[in-house]
């Protein structure tokens, strides 16, 4: 699995953006029609720290904090996780920025003021899953192997079981 790209992320985010902003301008040029209730800024909060907590055994049994083993396909979902925050982070971000680009102009209005400032507040917890996402990947990256192999011994990959799957797979 290759890890999240800047410019991925960030071509996620840019067209997302144009299309949301082209597409309303078309359709709802007053973005008067597209629901934005103040649960989504502090749903995208949650889901952030979700993935942050979902993350946080993985990044301390890296630190060596070894107490219990670590099953292997939690990482792996972790890391799935943390990627698709990521990449909707990035979407998400783009769309509100989309929608905020647009109410702008209108910013004299308002009803298109308190708009504005939940869309924002959207595309900052947008932003706020989009870090968190490539942040628990990052914590989910192995440490890199001693030249005696002491770190794969460390985190348990010879064992006979890993040996087991691998023949089974092959």
């Given at each position: ?106 910013v004299q209005i308002e009803v298109r ?58």
């Amino acid at each position: 699995m290759s890890p999240l790209r800047t410019r991925v992320l960030l071509a996620v985010a840019v067209i997302s953006g144009v299309l949301t902003w082209v597409v309303l301008d078309v359709v709802d040029p007053t973005a008067v029609s597209v629901p934005l209730p103040w649960t989504v800024p502090v749903l995208l909060v949650v889901l952030a720290g979700a993935v942050l907590s979902v993350g946080r055994p993985v990044r301390r049994w890296n630190q060596g904090h070894r107490d219990r083993p670590l099953d292997a396909l939690r990482a792996a979902r972790t890391v799935v996780v943390a990627q698709a925050a990521g990449v909707t982070g990035a979407a998400l971000a783009g769309a509100y920025g989309g929608l905020v680009a647009l109410l702008v102009p209108m910013v004299q209005i308002e009803v298109r003021l308190d708009r504005l400032l939940l869309g924002l507040a959207a595309l900052a917890a947008s932003l706020l899953l989009l870090v968190a996402g490539v942040v628990v990947e990052r914590w989910c990256r192995l440490p890199p192997e001693d030249r005696d192999g002491q770190a794969g011994r460390q985190r348990g990959t010879g064992s006979s079981r890993d040996g087991d799957v691998r023949r089974s797979a092959e």
